[in-house]
């Protein structure tokens, strides 16, 4: 699909790697409407980048928050043939602690915004991508869900969060073979460490260590080079069903 054609829904888009795949997409030609609890960010990321992008307060977990923004989305843009997924949450709690056993109410709110979130999202996005007109191949649009190597090397205290990632990976080919007969793609992208505004006020120290864990290059990963991976995912038509590590090759301990 080309950039310049396409109108895409991308959730988590005020900040970080959502934020970076917006600014990715519109230097492409591409329109966009961010979905994003975080209106303050979303708004200012609008009107930073001009006509060609609307924000939606949203909270992915809601399916009225998202019907209504697919409407706005659909209103402004007339059609929607990409939908980028980068709504989420890191917790931290180890499923037997000192305080007890994990508290269940944080799972289950991990599950529903990482997991539910991501599919109730692009569930309606592929109602309205079944409508365009078929492009080369029959293809009518793409989706990119946001993993997590943690969905494979989990570490300790990740067990909700590494749930929720394994089942984005899990979800990714089952859903390719159901929206195939639409002519829509859908690839998930795991990334390793990004540099993103959780970690800037981590410290430098803090960062040296994580970079040195990376297997080449020794750095964390940039914003910009996710947005650049959900376009090319994009972009490239015989790209379905498939989770891409982006992690300078990092396997944490
Ligand atoms: N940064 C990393 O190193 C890294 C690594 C692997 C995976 N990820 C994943 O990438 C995604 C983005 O992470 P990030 O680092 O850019 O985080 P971030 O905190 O910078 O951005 C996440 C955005 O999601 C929004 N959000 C949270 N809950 C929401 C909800 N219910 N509805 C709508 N929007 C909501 C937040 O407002 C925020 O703007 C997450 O799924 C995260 O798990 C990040």
Known sequence: MKLSDTVAVITGGASGLGEATVRSFVAGGARVAIFDMNAERGEKVAAELGGGVLFHKTDVTREEDVAAGIAAAMKAFGKITANVNCAGIGVAAKTLGKEGPHELALFKKTIDINLTGTFN?????????????????????????????????????????????????????????????????????????????????????????????????????????????????????????????????????
Do not use: H, W
Not at 127 to 136: D, F, L, Q, R
Not at 185 to 210: H, K, M, Q
Not at 211 to 231: C, H, I, N, W
């Open 121 to 253: 999202t692009f569930r309606l996005c592929a109602a309205e991508m079944a409508k365009n007109e078929p492009g080369e191949d029959g293809e009518r649009g793409v989706i990119v869900n946001t993993a997590s190597v943690a969905a494979f090397d989990g570490q300790k205290g990740q067990v909700a969060y590494s749930a929720t990632k394994g089942a984005i990976v899990g979800m990714t080919l089952p859903v390719a073979r159901d929206l195939a007969y639409y002519g829509i793609r859908i690839c998930a992208i795991a990334p390793g460490i990004f540099y993103t505004p959780l970690f800037e006020g981590l410290g430098e120290d803090v960062v040296n260590s994580l970079s040195a864990q990376v297997t080449f290059p020794k750095r964390l990963g940039k914003p910009s080079e996710y947005g650049d991976m959900a376009r090319m995912i994009v972009e490239s038509p015989y790209m379905n069903g498939e989770t891409i590590r982006l992690d300078g090759a990092i396997r944490l301990p």
